[in-house]
């Protein structure tokens, strides 16, 4: 759960009490990422706080992570107290040549990953040539080690029992394949990285705030394949029981939960599913939903989104599609009532006034909302109980239902 004013703490995790009645089995893990806080001006330590406060205040007795989002070595510092969940991104040195002396001492110390290679649940053996193993290692040795890097830097300042480490290979251009994802298994345990969480890159987009596009069958079968080689590489490599994959930009993913719910049965497997920006869509959807001053507040960051649509969506480009013919003028936002505005903006497919290009348009516009500094948390405040309510909903209903019930 991703809270980008640290406003909703309570709300989110009031959506992990609901499920977990129901059944389901959840660790709350708050994120942040070094980008966000630069972006808004907060401290690693306010979402600490945050943290700590939402788990007082309701009494939540499970285990709870707070978790420095995307990370590398240069920005790491700032997060190693008030983290415990690392999330290790190692995504920009892909494709960068490791070491040839270091590429060929990974070869020849797994002759486990050479011709035909037997992965319980995948159908076929994965066959596998010394050249293309060397392929992927020249391809993701580098990441491994910067991972490598970062990770003991954190364990010197932090001691290793005493934090999460994930690795993120999302932010990058090509997906990784399930073999891929076995030869980079292979080299993080080599790294001694006791990584219990995974981001590969899936293949189809995942855009910000809206439903993935793409192949679902080819998705559900490479997503069953990754949990088939998770399997294989903790009992191969020792890596922690524990580890699982994560998925980013996982938030609003509804054509994926039912796949992805299949898939974690089959294996017996847990997920870590990011869902940052949602919450700060629930926001604007709830003081909308007020009426009054806070409609007009949203209806004022929707018409300085529009006004700054470029430089809000460039560092996003990879991640949102926004047909910018289906924006609407501020001239008609500005005449929208509650109802409009909120039937554009929720997520809920079935209804027609839903728009995509509106909603991710919103979605990378929280900086917008960050300007408006005191005024933006002001209204937050004023018109805590319809936020909150829908905070709390959109999580419950459309995510943790259906993804870990099956409702
Ligand atoms: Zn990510």
């Known amino acids: 759960m991703g809270d980008r004013f640290a406003h909703q703490g309570n709300a989110q995790l009031k959506a992990c009490v609901l499920a977990t009645k129901l059944g389901a089995d959840i660790i709350p893990v708050w994120n942040k990422s070094n980008r966000e806080h630069t972006l808004i001006g907060t401290e690693p330590s306010h979402l600490r706080a945050e943290a700590d406060a939402a788990v007082k205040a ?5 285990p709870y992570h707070v978790d420095a989002d ?3 070595l240069e920005t790491a510092d700032r997060f190693i107290a008030p983290s415990d ?3 290790i991104d190692v995504a920009d040195s892909i494709g960068k040549s490791a070491a ?9 110390h797994h002759p486990e990953l050479l011709g035909k290679v037997v992965i319980p649940h995948i159908n076929h053996p994965l066959e596998t040539t010394h050249a293309e193993v060397e392929r992927v290692a020249n391809k993701f040795l580098l990441a491994v080690q910067d991972a490598g890097k970062i990770y003991r830097h954190i364990a010197r300042a932090k001691g290793e029992a005493n934090f999460i480490t994930e690795v993120s290979l999302d932010e990058t251009d090509s997906p990784q394949t399930p073999p891929e994802l076995l030869v980079i298994l292979a080299a993080l345990a080599d790294e001694k990285i006791p990584v219990q969480t995974v981001a590969p890159k899936f293949t189809g987009r995942f855009n910000k705030g809206v439903d993935y596009v793409g192949d679902l069958k080819q998705f559900e079968q490479e997503f069953n394949d990754d949990l ?6 903790v009992k191969q490599y020792g890596l922690p029981a524990t580890l699982k994959l994560s998925v980013h930009s996982g938030s609003d993913k509804f054509s994926l939960y039912a796949p992805i719910r299949r898939a974690l049965k089959k294996f017996n497997a847990g997920l870590h599913l990011k869902t940052a920006g949602t919450t700060w869509l629930e926001e604007v ?3 909308a939903e007020a009426g009054g001053d806070g409609l007009a507040l949203a209806k004022e960051i929707y018409a300085d989104a529009l006004a700054h649509i470029d430089e809000l969506c460039a560092p996003y480009a990879a991640v949102i599609d926004i047909d910018r013919k289906k924006l609407p003028a501020k001239e008609t936002v500005n005449g929208w009532t509650s109802e409009q505005f909120v039937s554009a903006l929720r997520h809920d497919q079935k209804n027609k006034a839903f728009n995509p290009s509106f909603r991710q348009l919103l979605h990378v516009g929280f900086k ?5 500094g005191d ?8 018109h805590e109980a319809v936020v909150a309510k829908n905070v709390t909903e959109n999580l419950f209903e459309r995510h943790l239902k259906p993804l870990l019930l099956g409702k």
């Open 368 to 372: 917008i909302a960050a300007m408006k």
């Open 100 to 108: 040839t002396k270091s590429v060929k001492a990974f070869v020849d």
């Open 58 to 62: 309701l009494g939540w007795e499970k």
């Open 285 to 287: 959807i709830g003081l």
């Open 85 to 87: 969940f690392f999330t």
């Open 375 to 382: 005024r933006y948390l002001n209204a937050l405040k004023q």
């Open 70 to 72: 995307h990370i590398r």
């Open 228 to 233: 088939a080689v998770i399997a294989f590489a």
